[in-house]
């Protein structure tokens, strides 16, 4: 018999099919490394291809094969960012989906909304992290630790390793910055370029803000005589949570700002669509289908979520292991359990 293969690779008519798609504005080709995050119907992306695997735009693609350590990176950015930005929108009617198909997700990079924000924010915070957390495995002599937090401090000394978190945001804003709008192109590709760039610098801050330094203790039993500590980055969730209280604090830019918006929050041009109903040109997905709570109150519950067109119920049956117990000697010996309960879904 034949053994199967692990990792299929991707097929390279597939990578142009997805570069195609979302390279019809200059904004969404450099865009859709985004999509490294999405697992296809058939495919995962690899981390191990290099960087002429990834569907990047040609700036980034040079950005990368500068520092190809850094191309697993990349993947692991792009997942990070975009499995997060599905579980902090994952009661919301826009559920940060990215699939099946790839030109939903570049019309949602376009349109200039709240989401949109959210979305560049998050993917540059992404990068941050997972380029930095790579950076302190100390497995390449490019990059590390935070060398100058080396030493004594103030009643402590600095050890161990300190996240180097300017690296990976230098590396973010490399691989982010956005090739100068052709001068005769609208003022809204201007808006949109300046609303990108604007949110991705606040999601690589978001990195930096929710940073913590911890400590350890060493000395006679636990006396604390010496206290080394470190910089760490906050679990990406925690970056996460953070972006999503900036984007429900978003500013909608007016068409002349006398002032510049305030670095640390989102910022954005257009009024979002309620994401009710299906518009595959507008990007929206609609909420046909989606699990709702009947007694929930927040954006889960089913009357937010289906946006008053009812629901449909169906009974769902659970099976698991229960009163389980020990049997000497040595095993363990569990019941079958079933149970009942109802599932409810937007008409
Ligand atoms: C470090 O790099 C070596 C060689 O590339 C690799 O075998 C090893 O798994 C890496 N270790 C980590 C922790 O990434
Ligand atoms: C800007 O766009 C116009 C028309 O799309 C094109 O003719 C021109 O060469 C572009 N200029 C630059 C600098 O790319
Ligand atoms: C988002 O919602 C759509 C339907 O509106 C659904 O098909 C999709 O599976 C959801 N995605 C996630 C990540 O929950
Ligand atoms: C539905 O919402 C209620 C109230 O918020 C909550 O207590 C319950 O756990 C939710 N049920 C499910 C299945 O999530």
Redesign the pocket.
């Known amino acids: 018999m034949e053994s199967t293969p692990n990792t299929v690779p991707v097929p390279a008519r597939r990578v142009c099919t997805l570069t195609v798609l979302l390279c019809v504005c200059p904004l969404c080709c450099q865009a859709s490394w985004m999509l490294l995050g999405a697992d296809g119907p058939d495919h995962r992306w690899s981390r191990d291809g290099g960087c002429r695997s990834l569907p990047l735009s040609a700036r980034q693609r040079e950005v990368c094969r500068k520092r190809s350590f850094l191309a697993p990176s990349i993947v692991d950015a792009a997942r990070l960012a975009l499995g997060e930005c599905q579980n902090q929108f994952r009661h919301e009617r826009w559920n940060c989906s990215a699939g099946p198909d790839p030109a939903l997700f570049g019309q949602q990079l376009t349109s200039g909304t709240k989401e949109t924000a959210f979305v560049y924010a998050v993917m540059a915070a992404g990068l941050v992290h997972a380029v930095t957390r790579f950076c302190s495995r100390g497995n390449v002599s490019e990059c590390g630790c935070d060398a100058r937090l080396q030493g004594p401090a103030e009643a402590w000394h600095w050890g161990g390793c300190s996240d180097h978190v300017q690296y990976g945001t230098w590396f973010s804003r490399r691989f982010l910055a956005h090739a100068a709008v052709n001068a005769s192109a609208g003022t809204r590709a201007h808006a949109l370029l300046r609303m990108s760039q604007h949110n991705s610098e606040a999601g690589r801050q978001a990195v930096a803000t929710t940073m913590s330094t911890d400590c350890r203790c060493h000395g006679v039993s636990g006396s604390c005589a010496v206290k080394t500590c470190w910089r760490t980055m906050a679990p990406f969730g925690r970056v996460g949570a953070y972006l999503k209280e900036r984007y429900e604090g978003g500013v909608r830019l007016k068409r002349k700002e006398p002032r510049a918006p305030d670095k640390h929050r989102l910022v954005f041009i257009s009024k979002s669509p309620n994401y009710c109903l299906e518009d595959r040109r507008g990007g929206v997905l609609g909420t046909r289908g989606r699990r709702c709570?009947?007694?929930?109150?927040?954006p889960?519950?089913c009357k937010l979520l289906c946006c008053g067109r009812g629901y449909d119920t169906r009974v769902e049956r659970h099976v698991r292991r229960c009163a389980c117990k020990f049997v000497w000697c040595c095993y363990v010996r569990c019941r079958r359990c079933e149970s009942m309960?109802d599932a409810h879904a937007c008409k």
């Open positions: 709570n009947r007694t929930s109150g927040g889960d519950g309960s």
